[in-house]
């Protein structure tokens, strides 16, 4: 328990990580986002993040792991971004009588943003894989038929999307 | 008696995780034998924990498939892969004007995002699906429903998060069903049919076909249902107590009974069997129908809807339909 206490931040510690950290996430992420309600916003969720984390290198140092959960934010922004913007793209091409509602959009958009994020890390072609057998419901030969690759490639891609999707879904 | 909150995130075994895998991979491969399938089969009956894992493997393969079945397979694929390809400057111009919603601060380990994924059993958009849990315990789950289910030392919970499930309980085993609403203790020999979050019935409701149950709402309160009855719960509320009819259980042969059932309604209750979005007109969704509709081929009772009622069906990929007066 000792051990563990440690190893948590305590909210005095965020406390002080964020007066005398604040104002290098906000300039990090305005660098990134070129825009400062956004990077104000965002440096607010990165140091909610911390009260999660664990990570004991958290105080021994601070920018470096601050650095890198305002990165991983900003990059799942990004993906959210052209995630919405490829869908409006769908969307344009559709009668408006047709379109779906907003209440609609925003649902299929979180769900697909769910299942982005549980895929994310894994390589495009692993990814690849795994769509085609899991959402078009293909076999190994007909995928490697059509990528160009042995079943047993197909194979060995399957597992290790299982494996990835499991430990972002349940833990490694 | 109290709720209990519930967690499914036991560990498992990594060793029977990777058995488990090695199995999926190979039975989805397409090439799998009749014998290999039925020792896949024997395999997950050996041991409760290898059913466990063989069911969460499924699960995340039937998460990704209930969250986007609004769309189209290829094209849920190429927005997943337009979502990590473009780049972020052009990302930028592109979204000039457009509002965003900032998904930032929530984990994706929230269960309404991907509620298929997280339980121990779920069921995909127009699949039914039968399952004995105990000796004298029959459950059959409609489409879209995800339950867990939890052994504890004074009996069985089953926690019913979305969806619909018919219940018969034919010896003493000891079972209850918690819903966000509800607690709910039927009595042995009873048949009964539980659902959250349906259309047209807020919270949970209880369907009584035989037996009796006790219900208890998060505050305490206490009911009594007998066979023949049914009633809606809220959080701190209970709708009347009416009288079930006949047509309430079809679902379970695949059917759909309407007796002058407003259109929209009906298309409510289709929608839910069928992939994609069903939308309905609100000029001719009072109109009342009758009769039975499929609920295993949803597209031929929309078929079936355009010949009996001044209506007809406007379908865009497939997916999205749109009922308009005719």
Redo the contacts between chains.
């Keep these: 328990m000792l051990r563990e206490s440690l190893h948590m931040p305590s909210p005095h510690d965020i406390g002080e990580l964020y007066l005398q950290h604040h104002g290098w996430v906000v300039s990090l992420l305005r660098r990134k986002l070129g825009n400062r309600d956004q990077a104000l916003d965002m440096a607010q969720d990165t140091f909610v993040r911390l009260l999660r984390s664990e990570m004991p290198s958290l105080l021994r140092e601070p920018r470096a792991y601050l650095g890198t959960v305002a990165n991983r934010l900003c990059i799942q922004h990004f993906r959210r971004q052209a995630l919405e913007r490829a869908y409006l793209n769908s969307l344009a091409l559709m009668e408006p009588q047709h379109q779906p509602d907003e209440e609609t959009r925003l649902l299929v958009l979180e769900a697909l943003d769910a299942v982005g994020q549980v895929l994310d890390g894994l390589g495009s072609r692993v990814r690849e894989i795994f769509l085609l057998s899991q959402l078009d419901g293909w076999t190994y030969p007909q995928i490697a038929e059509h990528l160009g690759l042995t079943t047993n490639v197909v194979q060995k891609a399957m597992l290790k999307a299982y494996r990835h999707c499991y430990a972002s879904v349940y833990g490694p | 008696m109290r709720m209990q909150p519930f967690s499914n995130?036991q560990?498992?075994d990594p060793e029977v995780?990777e058995q488990a895998?090695?199995w999926?991979?190979r039975l989805?491969?397409?090439?799998s034998s009749q014998d290999e399938r039925i020792a896949c089969q024997r395999w997950r009956q050996e041991n409760t924990e290898h059913e466990r894992a063989w069911q969460?493997?499924n699960g995340?393969?039937q998460?990704?498939?209930?969250?986007?079945h609004?769309?189209a397979?290829?094209?849920?694929?190429?927005?997943?892969?337009?979502?990590?390809?473009?780049s972020?400057r052009g990302?930028?111009r592109?979204?000039a004007g457009?509002a965003?919603?900032?998904?930032?601060?929530q984990g994706?380990?929230?269960r309404n995002?991907?509620p298929g994924?997280?339980s121990d059993y779920a069921t995909a958009t127009g699949e039914r699906r039968s399952l004995t849990l105990d000796e004298g315990l029959d459950l059959k789950l409609d489409t879209r429903t995800t339950l867990d289910s939890e052994a504890l030392a004074d009996g069985r919970l089953l926690t019913l998060n979305s969806g619909r499930i018919l219940m018969e309980l034919r010896s003493s085993v000891s079972v209850r069903v918690a819903t966000p609403e509800v607690l709910i203790e039927p009595a042995v020999g009873s048949r009964l049919m539980i659902s959250h979050g349906l259309p047209g019935a807020f919270g949970t409701r209880v369907q009584l076909l035989r037996g009796d149950a006790l219900i208890e709402q998060a505050q305490g309160q206490r009911f009594e249902l007998s066979g023949g009855w049914q009633q809606a719960f809220s959080i701190d509320q209970a709708g009347p107590v009416t009288s079930l009819g006949a047509a309430a259980s079809a679902w379970v042969q695949g059917q759909l009974l309407a007796e002058r059932m407003p259109l929209g309604e009906l298309l409510a209750e289709l929608d839910r069997y069928r992939p994609g979005?069903l939308r309905c007109d609100p000029a001719i969704a009072p109109l009342p129908v009758s009769g039975a509709f499929s609920i295993d081929q949803p597209e031929a009772s929309l078929d079936l809807l355009t010949k009996v009622l001044p209506v007809r069906v406007?379908k865009?990929l497939g997916y999205?339909a749109?009922v308009l007066p005719a």
């Design positions: 995130t560990a498992l995780l895998m090695l999926m991979v989805q491969s397409g090439l969460r493997l995340i393969g998460g990704l498939r209930e969250s986007t609004a769309l397979a290829p094209d849920a694929r190429q927005l997943l892969n337009a979502r990590t390809q473009l972020r990302v930028l592109g979204m457009v965003v919603l900032l998904a930032a601060g994706i380990r929230q995002l991907l994924v997280f979005f406007h865009v999205w749109n």
